[in-house]
């Protein structure tokens, strides 16, 4: 699991101080791109080194409580369910002086090759990083 925390700046809100839905989106990606580099998965270089790149295929999202201005955040991101060529991640946010909880979502992101945009095997390395971690128990 990745746990982050962040504030909630004047650009993520919009006219009335509260987290604009699009935010929440760009929090979540920034937290499934730091969860694949601590797997050791340099997007940008994933592309070039193995002709795969990852798209978002499905989300499922919940606005559970309003976001505001200047608000502490915590983000969880944990993985939910591995195939061959997708990952089903779950996503969360937490006000952190509560706990309550804020958004609560689910990702799938597929692997794609680059020369045609048709599923492709996730890459090995990530695959050998998450079998290592005993993160692939879910595998179907």
């Known amino acids: 699991m990745l746990t982050q925390t962040l504030r909630v700046y004047l650009e993520d809100t919009d006219a ?12 979540f990606e920034r937290a499934r791109t730091d969860w694949l580099r ?3 998965i340099e997007q940008s270089s994933l592309g070039p080194a193995t002709g ?23 983000t969880e991101l944990r993985l939910a369910e591995a195939r061959r060529a997708s990952l089903l991640l779950a996503q969360n946010a937490f ?46």
């Open 52 to 74: 795969i790149g990852f798209v978002v295929r499905d989300m499922q999202i919940a606005f559970l409580r309003p976001g505001r201005l200047d608000q502490t955040i915590r």
């Open 16 to 27: 009335g101080g509260i987290v604009y839905h699009a935010s929440w989106l760009r929090f």
């Open 95 to 140: 006000d952190t002086a509560s706990g309550g909880e804020l958004v609560r979502a689910t990702v799938r992101i597929a692997a794609l090759r680059l020369t045609d945009q048709r599923a492709a095997a996730l890459p090995r390395p990530l695959l050998a990083e998450l079998a290592t971690r005993g993160a692939l128990a879910t595998e179907t």
């Open 38 to 40: 601590a797997l050791g």
